[in-house]
């Protein structure tokens, strides 16, 4: 039986224009929404597998004030059993400072008798990716991790997991306890049906403060970046465009 | 100064093995940061990376020919990483470059000796004290951001810095050394791994020529001409998250956000309507090309040449065209 | 990139359904050189239509409305992209099945096919709902959706085929130019495109466009939530798009509407979330697009449960999702009705704006319409953005108002019901004394006027049950009070005196003065000055553009007065006919006016007056400056209640002590302050006085209502063609008068209707005018002088003759009635005696 501590983050839905505060201190959901990152959605799904099949439950974390309580109710929609939340502004929080709060949570329920052999995190936050959290985690715990996990089984306490990249598949297999990122990709995150998130509004959730003051993040300033002006030049419709496309990419140094 | 010690990796060109283009962009940022340069390389070294380094103006190249260090695992590279600073003495920063391996390792450093880290970075603000910019929100962004309280380690962001010689060429002594690992840093390494097949590994984030597919590819099967064309032109296939997300081709492919940036000399963008998520991971490429059958498409509309037509039959004639490699 | 043409005849902004029927539906009429653009990407350029529910349900309490409805569901039935369903709207409560009688009665008044059902019925077509949650539904099988997206692309297609349009997408207005109060060119960030009539069709960002040019469209962004949960098998099951009937549950304000293998739930039951049209975001800023917001989950999760609640099976199947969820945007007004006609800042400067899917095509064929001739063919003017008043364009107004309105949706509203916010905006000079004295008042035009008193309270001792016509079912005494009876009664036997303050009044000025007013009215207006003239407005086409009163002051003056709900539109119309040499001054807020009526006005006025204000010394129809005592009074000696007496026109800072001088003066001899309750309703339906908006509307002739003169001026003027040519031809409907005879209902209760009901044979047989029209209350209200209550509705001329006994259906029971005028005669003094003074 697994038990399974999910950590997620509620950050403005990035896959529209970046719009930033009018102080431009952080980045703006208004128009976009809030969301946890699609690495963080693949995090919840492994562990509700992992959950289902060895029997175990689902906790989902985050650290955050109560608007991220929404992301809370994401995750418990689709199968997680409870939840946690470190009552904190995220902003103020740099990676150092989410891992130990993590830590904080999962050494105090330790004490009383719940273990979370398989903590999850996203790979990277959408907004900051400090790439940071999930290692800082593991030496806080004294656990192994692997980062960049794309699918993850576990079968008599030990984790096999899977790491896709350019170079080609890495396989791992870490004894438990342990601490796995995810890379979104390898797991197909499932939406929560109508009864799903009725019974999210009902499920557990508690409320701890944070342990320490946070050292904070090291932000300084947030600029979006000008889109470069560019010029197109449509070179023809359809096929019949095909030489002059072949002019340019020999211009180019492509077409040889 | 202070020392600038590099973590690189290695990139198989054929039967050759090179620094990998991040890896030299790394250490490029690295020389505006301290000196002398040290570079560690997990894995034997080879002429040509003796060669690229000395180009880089690299000191001294630590090996770690160390059999435990064969596999990846970043805890373990993380030790060998440390025991290089510790040997480098007063070390302004540790680098590498931000690729997975990179950015993974590096934490492991920062975790261990509690250091401030910074992934991702595309340029030094200043010294005194350390501010760089770096890239957040999947690239759209750029943070200011100010790591004190120790050494500051940063990952580069690909394609932020501009690979470039070195004025003198670096003495590149290859000096072997053994890392102090222990069991429990091999706790996580990789058992089995298996490489892409499918000839040139030069890799998805050096390529310099990419043919990029989006939903107008239609399906698993609509990837045909895109990787013919790929295949003629020496260049690697990337796909946007569309595609990923739908199954039809795996996320390793995918650029973007939550995939690859890339920075090719020419991106050939077919069927990819060019939402933020794609355009994020590729807008740095030096020459865009779209392929797509809405003209007013942002990528048709923020591409440097565009072809308004079907993919499937754009493709194939531009196959024809270029005939037989 | 894109790149706009330099010129165009007319500009369309906007490309959702509005936009593109428009552009169709012009170039039917000819139009050419039409440019049409819209900032987002073909076909979906990210505005409420994209994201529609896209389903119609045709009856509707409004004629206008549900004209238009039925019309469009013609046109989208035309393009092919209507699908039948049919429509339950079930009832969880008792008092919901009463609304839905009420309902029935409009389908029945408006001739579409509709029943009452019981659940047995309902669980028949939709065997996955619950049939214990409800006690019954209304029942419309001719309800179905629509692919608007595809109507739209087709519509804007046949357009270019004429080569009457170009389209542009992908880019954005910047700006409008206006030179010299006329729209000149709309500035895009691909080029400027010069002008003659541009047409703002921008849905929820109508206003933001609308004010780069200087005009207010005062429409507010509103988010309306649904999410899509699926697949469910039971859907799935059956083919095609749809193929279960759309369940609107009234009582919880939400509907479930099936999209293939997938549930649609949407919801008006939130919190008013509003948004502002300048904080819109962009195609590139919006997850899905700038009008489906982020969805608010809590906002949400009581509708979630009342939908399973209503469907447990099917939404509580856990192998269907939820994969979309929205907080939509869509455009609402302050009072519901669209935003439609030129703008009164800007001429050449169209709105077609806030209007949902089932009613795109039909206004936008009759704003085409109206664009071309200035006349549309079913009457619009609920939705002339020329209605408003200043304070009703401001955003707190829309903001308040929207908000009120919006959990109304499905709501059961009474017809008279009155808005509780933001009140007491327009008060008359007198308004302090009128608190005094107990008035409850009702707003109209912003204006606090006092429906009835309560000090006249008193009076219901006075008269007996049946004068009084008391109401015994708590919806017919709704918003109503038996003191307007009694206040009534008081008046015919002594006098009233009546705050009007919410007149509308503005002055033709000018050396044209005179043509302009010949040219406008049908009556004659070559008449001495200090005559009062009262006339009709017409069309060009002979239907009413309003009913009001013009008095000559002057040789180049005439002075306009009329109701002040219709003063705008008024306004606008008259302004927009005038001559060179001819001005409008609008004196609304200089002047009030106080009426004075009955057998005792005269004596009233005779003691505060050394004028003359006998029948012989101040004719019927005569205005002049009076004095009393120390005020100079403008006296138009005419009546709307059918008594002696006047309305008594003074500077506004006068009226509160002209006020305090006739309730004086009045009340020895028992005249009493009155409300418009007597005035607007009582008074007028027992002298069978026409009112607009009512039974005078652009659709109605003066043939049909009984208002043809003997002889027309030899002065031209608009209308009189199409008048003359009507002479000879007989009405294809009549107006009447009629009285009601029992009023008890099945269950003993006395009922008393409040207008819209559709009416029957005795036998309930239906009834159908020359129009294909079904005949249909158009003002009740109670006739305490003739102890009846009363009706008045357009009647097939066959049954258009006094004694014609008929019924009336009220929520699903028939009432007998009887004609008692088939044209203007009274029911009540049908001589005038009183008025006239004998």
Redesign the interface.
Known sequence: MTDVLVCVKRVPDASGEVVLTPDGSRVDGRYAGYTMSAHEECAVEIGVKVAEATGGAVTVLTLGDEDSVEQLRAALSVGAAEAVRVDADADAYGPADVAREIAAVVTTRAGAGKDYDLVLLGNDAADTGDFQVGIRLAYALDRPVVTGVQRLEVSEGTATMQVDNPEGTEIYEVALPAVATVLEGGVSPRYPSITGKIKAKKAPLETVEPSAAPAGSGRQALRVPPPPPTQVEILGEGPAAAPRLVEVLTQLGAGR | MSAVVVLIEIEHDGDASRVSLVSREALTFARGLGDPVYALVLGPTSPGVVEDCREQGVAAIFECPDEELSA?S??AWAVALGAVVDAAGDVAAVVAGGT?HG??VL??L???R?L?????VVGLVGSEPF?VE?????G??????????GTPVV?VAGHAVDPEPAPTPGGAAVLPFSAPIEE?DL??????????DGGD?S???SA??IVGAGRGAGGPDGFESVDALAAR???AVGVSRVV??L?WR???E?VG??G?RVSP??YIACGISG???HWAGM?SSK?I??VNT?????M???????????MH??L???L???GP? | MASVPEKARCVIIGAGIVGNSLAYHLAELGWTDIVQLDKGPLPNPGGSTGHASNFIFPVDHSREMTDITLESMRQYKELGVFTESGGFEVARTEERMEELRRRMSSAKAWGIEAELVDPDFVVEKVPFLDKDVIVGAFWTPSVGVVDSLRAGTIMRERAQEKGALTVVSNVEVTDLEVVDGRIAAVVTDAGRIEAETVVVCCGVWSPKIARMAGARIPLTPAVHQMISAGPYEVLADRPGEISFPIVRDMDTLCYERQHGSDMEVGSYAHRPILHDPEEIPSNEQAKLSPTEMPFTEEDFELQLEQALELMPELLGDERGTVRYAINGLLSQTADGFPILGETPEVKGLWSAAAIWIKEGPGTAKLVAEWMTHGNPSIDISHSDICRFYPHQRTRDHVRARTSEAFNKTYGIVHPGEQSESVRGVRLAPMHASQRDLGAVFYEAAGWERPHWYASNENLLEKFSDDQLMRREHEWDARWWSPIINAEHLQMREAGAVIDLSAFAIFDIVGPKALEAVQQICVAQMDVKVGRVVYTPVLDSRGGFRSDLTVMRLAHDQFRVVTGGAHGMVDKKWFADHLPQGAALVDVTSAYTTIGLWGPKARTVLESLTRADVSPQGFPFGTCREIEVGDLGVLASRISYVGEYGWELYVPMEAGAALWERLLKAGKEHGVIPAGIGVYATTGRIEKAYRAFGAELDAERTLSETGMRRKKYKDADFIGKDAILAQEGEEPKAVLCSLTVDDHTSASGVKRYMLGGEPLFTRDGTQLTDGHGHHPYVTSAGSAPSLGKHMLMAFLPPEQARVGTELAVSFMEELYPVTVVSADATAPFDPDNDRIKGK
């Open positions: 990846y970043g805890a997975a950015n993974e934490a492991h920062a975790a261990r509690d401030p880290m910074a992934a991702n501010e770096r890239q957040v929100v999947g759209s962004a750029i943070e200011r951001t100010l790591l004190a309280g990952s429990k706790r996580a390494r990789v058992v089995r791994s298996q490489t892409r590994t890799g998805l984030t310099r020529i032109l020496g260049g990923t997300s199954g795996p996320h390793h995918q956000q939550t690859s000399d020419v939402s933020i998520q807008s020459t090309i779209a809405d003209a007013e498409a942002p048709v509309t923020k591409a440097n040449y565009a072809v308004v037509g079907d039959e754009v194939p004639a531009v024809e065209q270029l490699r």
